[in-house]
C-alpha cells in the first residue's frame, strides 16, 4: 500500500543549529513533492515544491532535497530560530494526479 | 485579498443534525479541495473540484457531499452527523493540480 512517513512525530533542536526532516515514501511514483508550515490552530502554509527531476530547491534558509532512488526528501532549515517551530508536512502527488497525499507531519521545537 | 475563507470557525452538532461548511476564494483558483485533519492521521482529502460544476471524492468521501455551483465557493456538507466527523475540517484552493495550494483557517466541528 502506499505510504508517507516522516521521521518523527517531534523534533527538538538547539537555536543556530540546522534543522533536518525527512519525508520517506513507498508505492509511489511522484511528479513532486511539497513541504508545507503549520502552526497550532491554524492552516498549512507552503513553502517549497520541488519536482521528481530536481535534485535540489532553496528558499532563504530552507532547503530541499528530492532523492528518488531512496524515495526519501530532505527539508533542511539552517541558523534555526524559535520563531521556525511549527509543525512541517510533506506531501506528493502521483504523475497524472491531480491530488496531494500528506503526511502526518513533523512537530519541530527550536529551544532558545 | 482575503485568500480563503472557511465559514463557521467552530460548530457544535448533535447526532443526526445536518449542516454545511462554506469555503470561499477570491483568487480565482479551477481546483478546491476538502480537508479533514485528525491527531496522529495528518491531512486526508474529502473531496476535491478541478472547475466549476465538477467534483470528485477522495481519500475519505463517505458521509460528506459537496457542491461547486460557483468558481468561488466550494461547499461541505454532512447530511446526519456522526461521532466519528468530529474533526478540524480545511478548505484549500490552487492554480492547477500541480501547484501550492492554500488554505484557509479551518473549521473545528464537534459532533456530540
Known amino acids: 500500500s502506499q505510504k508517507i512517513e516522516q521521521n518523527s512525530e517531534a523534533l527538538n533542536i538547539q537555536e543556530g543549529k540546522t534543522a533536518t526532516l525527512t519525508c520517506n515514501y513507498t508505492?509511489?511514483?511522484?511528479?513532486?513533492l511539497q513541504w508545507y508550515r503549520q502552526d497550532p490552530g491554524r492552516g498549512p502554509v507552503f513553502l517549497l515544491l520541488?519536482?521528481?527531476?530536481?535534485k535540489e530547491k532553496r528558499k532563504e534558509r530552507l532547503k530541499v532535497t528530492f532523492d528518488t532512488t531512496l524515495k526519501q526528501s530532505l527539508f533542511h532549515i539552517t541558523a534555526s530560530q524559535p520563531a521556525d517551530s511549527a509543525t512541517y508536512l510533506c506531501?506528493?502527488?502521483?504523475?497524472?494526479?491531480?491530488?496531494?497525499?500528506f503526511g502526518t507531519g513533523t512537530r519541530l521545537t527550536i529551544i532558545p | 485579498n482575503a485568500g480563503v475563507t472557511q465559514t463557521p470557525k467552530f460548530r457544535v452538532l448533535k447526532t443526526g443534525q445536518s449542516m454545511t461548511l462554506l469555503c470561499a476564494q477570491d483568487?480565482?483558483?479551477?481546483?478546491m479541495y476538502w480537508y479533514r485533519q485528525d491527531p496522529g492521521m495528518g491531512l486526508r482529502l474529502i473531496h476535491y473540484?478541478?472547475?466549476?460544476?465538477?467534483?470528485a471524492k477522495g481519500e475519505v468521501p463517505d458521509g460528506y457531499n459537496v457542491s461547486r455551483l460557483k468558481k468561488q465557493n466550494f461547499l461541505l456538507g454532512l447530511e446526519s452527523a456522526a461521532p466519528s466527523q468530529t474533526s478540524v475540517y480545511f478548505c484549500?484552493?490552487?492554480?492547477?493540480?500541480?501547484?501550492?495550494?492554500?488554505f484557509g483557517p479551518g473549521t473545528r466541528l464537534t459532533v456530540t
Open positions: 484549500a484552493s490552487g492554480w492547477t493540480a500541480f501547484n501550492e495550494q492554500y
Open positions: 508505492n509511489y511514483s511522484p511528479a513532486y
Open positions: 520541488i519536482r521528481e527531476n530536481e
Open positions: 506531501a506528493l502527488a502521483n504523475f497524472g494526479n491531480e491530488k496531494l497525499t
Open positions: 483568487m480565482n483558483h479551477e481546483y
Open positions: 473540484s478541478v472547475g466549476e460544476g465538477t467534483t
